[in-house]
Nanobody
Framework: QVQLVESGGGSVQAGGSLRLSCAAS????????MAWFRQALGKEREFVAA????????SYTDSVKERFTISRDNAKNTVYLQMNRLKPEDTAVYYC????????????????????WGQGTQVTVSS
């Protein structure tokens, strides 16, 4: 089992920055690919970013490239999402996720690849 706890959400104005954290416990964190997803009100959950267990490679959805950075600290069992130049369309609940079984890196953007999820943290960006 893996337990995931997100933190760092909040309300910011457009153009601002936030840093999300996801603390993991349970199985060996350092062997897990980790990902961030988000879900806006009334929309489906969508992939944001993923990072391989070693820190590279990483994967991003097109809408956040050049603005968001995913990273991890295996010594602290924590994965981060640095979000810069935030836009109102980034408003959503952000979830941390980890796979619960074997997966293929080419499919890391698919939510069904992940069996462990955090409770989510709200990010609100005002214009």
């Amino acid at each position: 089992q893996v337990q995931l706890v997100e933190s760092g959400g909040g309300s910011v104005q457009a153009g601002g920055s936030l840093r999300l954290s996801c603390a993991a416990s349970g199985r060996t964190f350092s062997s897990l690919t980790m990902a961030w997803f988000r879900q806006a009100l009334g929309k489906e959950r969508e992939f944001v970013a993923a990072v391989f267990w070693s820190g590279l490679p990483t994967s991003y959805t097109d809408s956040v490239k050049e603005r968001f950075t995913i990273s991890r600290d295996n010594a602290k069992n924590t994965v981060y999402l640095q979000m810069n130049r935030l836009k109102p369309e980034d408003t959503a609940v952000y979830y941390c996720a980890a796979p619960s079984k074997g997966y293929t890196w080419s499919q890391v953007q698919l939510a069904h690849e992940y069996g462990y999820w955090g409770q989510g943290t709200q990010v609100t960006v005002s214009s």
